[in-house]
């Protein structure tokens, strides 16, 4: 099993920075903080020890993955649409 890597909110925001998606500060802490019902955007927790928000860093890599195969599954383009119209080319 993979040992679970936690971030901070800025180490979240470069991470996502390293995969194309740039977030400015104030993005990343909302999507940390709670709505009216008490959720978040995004699976960050309360570390008990240094009470600073955390997430594990291939959570949030892995939640961006989903989102990326589900919009290619409900697109009515995908790359594997795009391959069979090159292929049937002259």
Known sequence: MKQPFY????EARK???EIGISLTTKQIKRASEPDAHGFRKLPFFV?????????????LLEIYARCQV???????I???SLKKAFDNSP
């Open 15 to 17: 991470t996502l920075a």
């Open 70 to 76: 589900q919009a290619e599954t409900v697109s009515h």
């Open 47 to 59: 570390d008990p020890i240094d009470r600073r928000l955390k997430i594990e860093r291939g959570t």
């Open 7 to 10: 971030i901070d909110l800025e």
């Open 78 to 80: 995908t790359p594997t």
